[in-house]
C-alpha cells in the first residue's frame, strides 16, 4: 500500500524566503511527527499531531516554524524568513495509534537555503 | 525530559564480527524502547521494539535488543553482521501515549566485506 508521502523532495530557496513543507500521511494514521535530520545531529523532534491537535510543539526551533494538520491528514510544516541553519533534511512519519504502533518514515524533504 | 545517548558515532567491522550498539535513556517513568534503521538511499524502518514483558527483545534480520532497567539501557546486538547491515542505526524512546518519540543522534555502521 501506498507508504508516507512528502513534498517536494528537494527545495533550495534563498535566505529570507518562506517554505511550505508537505506531508501525506498513510491512511487512517491518527499520529503525524515531524522531524528534522542534519549531519552528525540525528533526528531531531520538531512536532506531533494527535488528529488535528497538536500535543506537542516543544521541538519547534523558533516562531518561525509552524505546522497544521487539516482533516487529519494532511500536515504542512511552514518555515518563515529562512536561514542557512535550516539547512537539513525534514522527515515526516505517522503511526496508526501514536502508542504502541510503529512510526512509517517518508523520504523527507531536502532543504537547502542559500 | 526524554533524551537518548548513543555511544557510538560510527563502527566499522568485518563481516562475520559480532555487533552491539549501545544506547542510554534518560526518563523517569515507564518507557517504551525502539531501534530503527536507515539503508543507503532508503527512509527510516522499525527494526524492533520493547513495550513490556521479556526485555531480551527479537527483531528482523537477526538483531536482537536487550532492555535492562537499572541501567537505563537498550544495547542492540547481532552475533555474525553481514555486508548488508551497512546502514545508520537509532535508538529511540517514548514515554508512552501522547509522549514523543525522541531519537539517538544515531551510529553509521560500516561492515567490510
Known amino acids: 500500500g501506498a507508504g508516507v508521502s512528502q513534498s517536494p523532495s528537494n527545495k533550495v530557496t534563498e535566505k529570507g524566503k518562506d517554505v511550505e513543507l508537505r506531508c501525506d500521511p498513510i491512511?487512517?494514521?491518527?499520529?503525524l511527527y515531524w522531524y528534522r535530520q542534519s549531519l552528525g545531529q540525528g533526528l531531531e523532534f520538531l512536532i506531533y499531531f494527535q488528529g488535528n491537535s497538536a500535543p506537542d510543539k516543544s521541538g519547534l526551533p523558533s516562531d518561525r516554524f509552524s505546522a497544521e494538520r487539516t482533516g487529519g491528514s494532511v500536515s504542512t510544516l511552514t518555515i518563515q524568513r529562512t536561514q542557512q541553519e535550516d539547512s537539513a533534511v525534514y522527515l515526516c512519519?505517522?503511526?496508526?495509534?501514536?502508542?504502541?504502533?510503529?512510526?512509517?518514515f517518508g523520504n523527507g524533504t531536502r532543504l537547502t537555503v542559500t | 525530559a526524554q533524551s537518548v545517548s548513543q555511544h557510538n558515532h560510527h563502527v566499522i567491522l568485518s563481516e562475520a564480527a559480532s555487533l552491539e550498539l549501545g544506547c542510554n535513556y534518560s526518563y523517569g517513568g515507564t518507557v517504551n524502547l525502539f531501534w530503527y534503521v536507515q539503508y543507503p538511499g532508503q527512509h527510516l524502518q522499525l527494526l524492533l521494539k520493547?513495550?513490556?514483558?521479556?526485555?531480551l527483545v527479537k527483531g528482523i534480520k537477526g538483531f536482537e535488543a536487550e532492555f535492562i532497567k537499572s541501567k537505563f539501557s537498550f544495547n542492540l546486538r547481532k552475533p555474525s553482521v553481514q555486508w548488508s547491515d551497512t546502514a545508520e542505526y537509532f535508538c529511540?524512546?517514548?514515554?508512552?501515549?501522547?509522549?514523543?518519540?525522541?531519537f539517538g543522534a544515531g551510529t553509521i555502521l560500516r561492515v567490510k566485506s
Open positions: 520493547y513495550f513490556s514483558g521479556d526485555p
Open positions: 491512511s487512517g494514521h491518527t499520529a
Open positions: 529511540a524512546v517514548s514515554g508512552g501515549y501522547g509522549n514523543k518519540l525522541v
Open positions: 512519519a505517522s503511526s496508526q495509534d501514536g502508542y504502541n504502533s510503529p512510526l512509517h
